[in-house]
């Protein structure tokens, strides 16, 4: 006899109470806003109250007391009875359906559908603008397959099952086909601004609210009032528990009399509906995709893997850019070394579970939306720092994941070679996303997507979080796949019938195989992370035929592909057991640190396919010398991976670091290292058919084997596509901005790595900068972040595309230790070199010398960055290299940007005059004082106008304000405009007169070039050589032909928040400068002096 309930709730009533309270709260907040706050909460970004008439949902729940506070109040009354809803609604259908998925499916989606909906509820959009999105858009997703299973899952027999599969199948139907009007109004109003679109745009949402709560009211449909046909008339009840009725929960309790809350059925038939054609077909579909699903949900979550090891390094490195030295961010470093704490075996079996080990990337992902995105505080101290630490919590969930999920399935080759192919497919598919994504992965925590173009940067973070939503909820549910036990660690072999004694782990096996893993999980990172990465240490200069990062950069992805397709166990344990293997890779690393282009290249690929195909095999290594736990082993293995990290950015960054002085300049020894770790790792390698775990004796699956060729395939597809698509771009000439007057406006920008004040990546802002000043020729310093702290990507990608500036030349390359420089033109590169400037004490200091075909001119540009104050002898040398570079090309007309570290016209040692007047150079704004780092020289073209412009505003693109110049370049020969001679020849014929009298400047007088034969007057005039001053001074903007003036748009506040500064304009403003002869201003001034004069007296101007 059941006992008697204590207490008991019908699930009707559930259901009912859930869809009063959830229709109140909504109807409360509507009804108090409109009578309350009608003008306020009808109001948006762009028009109010009449354009706009009706309020949003947002606006109404969560701007205004009290009816924010009422609705917050009913739906949190409202999640009791939801959460228990969906417990008895799971228990309904497990009921009809035990074999089934779908109900632990649906009650899943259901729990994880309430959590979203708190989120958007509980976190406004005043309070949170991007979290309150994700979390609303999530509630929508969540909603297909919700509206989906719960339709499916619906008996068809009875009369009120009928109906309930009637209601739902409608109201879901119309809840999916408003989001299509709801998206275009929303898109008027925000892309468009159409006035009453976003009134429209609300009606739709509410009927959405309405559709969706009524959706969940069929629930009293489910739950009749006695048991008929299969519907299950159930009851929450609290009761005493009965032994003989529920014996498992008297054994759970170990005695009788302890109250325990249980879902009971309040009467059955006993019989089970069959399930319905679709339910059927979906079952099948399900069973027959499981294996590809799950894989694809496997590489998907690797690929966020990836995304996050590769975030880390940069938004550490920002902290310690912006500080000019260590600022204690770069302890997060260590957040690796997690793997420790797995000594605890709860916390060993507890993050073996997939939905716990791989929740640390959704962290990661998850850590853009951290912080105060319209805050004013700067990164160190405000969201970025913020993000920083959510991105090193994530990584550090996910490391520990991975370790124990390796050492979970260890026993079970075919399980460990899944995860390992799955975790390379992940890297593979990082390398193409960056490929198509101008070498940025759209998912790391400084990328972002925004309606406002200062903001919007190419991020792709709530899609991809999504995604990888779906991609954990796979995991989570998943049935795990039996394995194999582990041995107990005393045992003296693995229970086989084989005779052969078992294979004991060594101490020194145990060191070798620690080193070896770690060397190898670097060497992925340090230069596999990006398909242009290789490339940019072997590119060396023009001429050249490759490679470059696109469209090379495919052969990159094809070689870690193959590696892939090496990497199973079977192959992956004979690869790197060969010592043969090994010495190729040796030699391969070799050649691509000490060769340049395809020589140094072809290897780098080689080397890509050697340490992605053995990953596996060290990986197999450890876990073989770990036969009590993977916590030392691991844990020491990415900590010895994190000094790895170190060492790689000692070469170049020794000056911040203690006892940075011993890797100085030093790649040569890290490469050395890494390959000499991989030695020791080979050495370890278990090669005893007994060992513990045993060794793979077969071949891979035939159904891994079709999973990673396809997977491999359809990446190689994917970027293929992506060649396809961005080719014509690619390959289209440069065309520059004035071509007619043979304008050259050249730049000089110091960017700091490409990260802006608030750590979000900021090529977009330079590029939109470098349209809008319409720059020819870019010079950008501190660009060199081809390295781990740099994320592995490259800043000129995205600018060289999106401004039609094909020719590109990144400078000296990693592993050349500088911070380094590009060039970046609309021109073509003839010829170019790079340089080491000379450092016997502080940084090596990077420079491009490169020849240019303008306008059928050969133009020299040196792009250089000196070394700092701290080092004088060390700028002496570089500055005398520089003036020996440029000095050596005269009379060439010549460009030079640079970082020089001096103050204007410091004598020597200062850097100034050996790169001016040692070699023939002349400052574009000698009179400008008020400079330090930058420059701009100049000889051969003529100088016209001179522009600074800030840094960029809320925030700062970096922490260096932008110069730029603007040149004509004159044609070959020229020797003198016509107007020159006709000048010289009127001067001549009046000193000659008789009349003259040299006391009297105003007989000198001849009349001034017409504006619009101004330029080209210019193009055949000589240009100052060097060798003697410039004759231009500052002159008014309004003597300058219009074709010869910087943009108007950076005047006053300027645009995205840059505008001009420092230098004075015609009426005193912050303006560019001008410059034009001396004569040529002096008779245009007085010119304009007699115009007033006639203007004055009556007379028509002349």
């Known amino acids: 006899m059941a006992p008697r309930p204590l207490l008991a709730v019908h699930g009707r009533a559930l259901a009912q109470l859930h869809t009063a309270l959830s229709a109140a709260a909504f109807a409360v907040a509507l009804v ?101 999105d994700v979390c609303m858009v999530s509630y929508i997703v969540l909603n297909l397959p919700y509206m989906i299973l719960h339709t499916i899952l619906t008996p068809k027999t009875g009369p009120a099952a009928t109906r309930a599969k009637m209601f ?45 709560v009524a959706f969940d009211s069929v629930a009293i449909l489910d739950f009749p009032d006695s048991a008929t046909g299969p519907n299950q008339a159930l009851q929450i009840s609290i009761s005493y528990a009965d032994k003989d009725l529920f014996p498992g929960v008297a054994a759970t309790v170990g005695h009788d009399g302890v109250s325990k809350i249980y879902v009971a059925p309040t009467g059955s038939d006993g019989k089970c509906a069959p399930p319905g054609r679709f339910a059927t077909a979906l079952a099948k579909v399900d069973l027959a995709t499981a294996g590809t699903r799950h894989f694809a949900a496997d590489v998907y979550l690797g690929f966020l893997f990836w995304t996050s090891v590769t975030a880390l390094g940069p938004m ?52 853009v939306y951290a912080g105060d995105t319209d805050g004013e505080a700067g990164a160190s101290e405000g969201e970025g720092a913020a993000r920083l630490r959510w991105t090193g919590l994530g990584l550090a969930w996910a490391t520990m994941g991975h370790v124990a999920s390796w050492w979970h399935v260890r026993m079970d080759d075919r399980m460990l070679e899944n995860r390992t192919t799955t975790l390379l497919l992940g890297l593979v598919l990082s390398t193409v996303v960056k490929f198509a994504n101008f070498s940025l992965n759209p998912l790391w925590p400084f990328m972002r997507t925004s309606p406002d173009p200062k903001l919007e940067n190419g991020g792709w973070n709530t899609c991809g979080f999504v995604i990888g939503l779906f991609a954990y909820l796979d995991t989570v549910i998943r049935r795990p796949r039996v394995t194999v036990a582990a041995a107990p660690a005393s045992d003296s072999g693995t229970g086989s019938s084989s005779t052969a004694p078992a294979a004991r782990p060594s101490f020194l096996g145990a060191v070798g195989s620690i080193i070896g893993f770690a060397s190898s999980f670097f060497l992925l990172h340090w230069l596999f992370t990006d398909s242009g990465t290789i490339i940019a240490w072997s590119f060396d200069g023009y001429p050249a035929s490759g490679p470059f990062a696109f469209p090379h950069g495919l052969l990159t992805i094809s070689a870690l592909a193959l590696g892939v397709v090496l990497s199973p166990l079977h192959h992956s344990l004979r690869i790197a057991s060969s010592w043969l293997a090994y010495g190729v890779a040796c030699g391969s690393a070799a050649l691509l640190y000490s060769q340049t282009y395809w020589t140094a290249f072809f290897p780098g690929c080689l080397l890509g396919v050697y340490a992605v195909s053995t990953f596996p095999a060290f990986l197999f290594s450890v876990l073989f010398h770990s036969p009590r736990g993977p916590a030392l082993t691991f844990g020491t293995a990415f900590f010895l991976y994190v000094i ?18 011993i890797l100085r300049e030093r790649t040569d020894i890290v490469v050395g290292i890494v390959l000499g770790g991989i030695g020791l790792g080979v050495v370890a390698l ?40 961005r080719a014509p771009g690619f390959f289209a000439p440069g065309v520059p901005y004035r071509p007619e007057e043979r304008v050259v406006t050249a730049a000089i920008w110091t960017v ?41 990507r490259e800043l000129t990608q995205w600018m060289a595309h999106s401004l039609n500036m094909p020719y590109t030349d990144l400078g000296p390359g990693p592993h050349k230790n500088t911070w380094g420089c590009v060039l970046i033109s609309k021109y073509p590169i003839l010829r170019s070199s790079h340089h080491l400037l000379p450092s016997p004490h502080g940084e090596l200091a990077p420079a491009i010398h490169a020849t240019l075909d303008v306008y059928g001119v050969e133009v020299d540009v040196v792009v250089a960055h000196n070394g700092q104050e701290e080092d004088p002898l060390d700028r002496e040398l570089q500055s005398k290299e520089l003036s020996r570079i440029m000095g050596s090309r005269w009379p060439t007309p010549t460009i030079f940007l640079g970082y020089l570290v001096t103050h204007p016209h410091a004598e020597r040692p200062a850097p100034y005059k050996f790169v001016t007047e040692d070699a023939s150079m002349l400052d574009i704004a000698p009179n400008d004082n008020d400079r330090w780092c930058q420059y701009i020289l100049y000889r051969g073209v003529h100088r016209v106008a001179y522009a600074r412009v800030n840094r960029g505003s809320d925030p700062s693109v970096t922490d260096s304000e932008v110069q730029v110049g603007k040149f004509v370049v004159p044609l070959l020969g ?71 003036h910087f943009p108007k748009q950076f005047s006053g506040d300027g645009v995205n928040g840059h505008r001009y500064i420092v230098l004075t304009g015609q009426q005193g403003e912050y303006a560019p400068n001008y410059f034009m002869r001396d004569d040529e201003k002096e008779w245009r001034r007085l010119q304009e002096l007699d115009d007033l004069r006639r203007e004055a007296a009556g007379c028509p101007v002349q």
Not at 40 to 49: A, L, M, S
Not at 761 to 771: G, K, L, N, P, T
Not at 983 to 1005: G, K, T, V, W
């Open 32 to 132: 108090v806003g409109l009578t309350l706050h009608y003008r306020k909460i009808v109001k948006n970004q762009y028009y109010g109250y009449p354009q706009e008439w009706f309020p949003s949902v947002s606006a109404t729940v969560g701007d205004w007391f009290p009816e924010r506070n009422l609705f917050q109040l009913l739906i949190a009354l409202t999640s009791g009875p939801r959460f228990l809803l969906v417990l008895v609604t799971y228990v309904a259908h497990r009921q009809l359906r035990p074999a089934s998925r779908l109900p632990g499916t649906l009650a899943i989606v259901g729990i994880l559908r309430a959590l979203m909906c708190g989120g958007w509820v509980f976190v406004t959009s005043t309070d949170h603008g991007a979290v309150h």
């Open 168 to 212: 739902r199948r409608t109201l879901g139907s119309s809840f999916f086909g408003a989001l299509v009007p709801l998206v275009y109004y929303y898109l008027q109003h925000k892309q468009h601004r159409v006035a009453g679109a976003y009134s429209i745009y609300a009606l739709v949402e509410w009927s959405l609210i309405v559709l969706d």
């Open 316 to 367: 550490i490195f920002y902290s310690a850019v912006w500080a000019m030295g260590l600022s204690g961010d770069e302890i997060l470093l260590f957040c690796c070394i997690s793997p420790f704490f797995l000594l605890f075996p709860p916390l060993r079996s507890w993050f073996a579970r997939p939905g716990i080990a791989n929740l640390g990337v959704l962290i990661a992902v998850a850590s």
């Open 644 to 661: 790895l990290q170190l060492a790689s950015t000692w070469p170049v960054a020794y000056a911040f670091v203690p006892a940075g002085w």
């Open 686 to 725: 278990p090669r005893n058919a007994s060992a513990t775990p045993p060794l793979p004796a077969s071949r891979p699956s035939r159904g891994l084997s079709k999973r990673i060729n396809g997977s491999v395939l359809c990446l190689l597809l994917a970027g293929t596509l992506v060649l396809i698509y």
């Open 752 to 792: 700091h790595f490409g990260l802006d004040g608030r750590m979000w990546e900021s090529q977009r802002r330079m590029a939109d900068f470098m349209r809008d000043a319409e720059v020819d020729i870019i010079g950008l310093l501190e660009t060199d972040n081809h390295r781990i702290v740099g994320g592995n």
């Open 974 to 1044: 020229a020797e003198g405009s016509s107007y020159t001679i006709k000048a010289e020849a009127a001067l001549s014929a009046i000193r000659s007169s008789p009349d003259f009298n040299a006391s009297d400047p105003s007989q000198l007088r001849v009349p001034p070039i017409p504006l619009d034969e101004y330029v080209s007057h210019l193009h055949s005039s000589p240009a100052p050589a060097g060798t003697e001053p410039d004759r231009t001074v500052w002159t008014p903007e309004r003597y300058m032909p219009e074709s010869l």
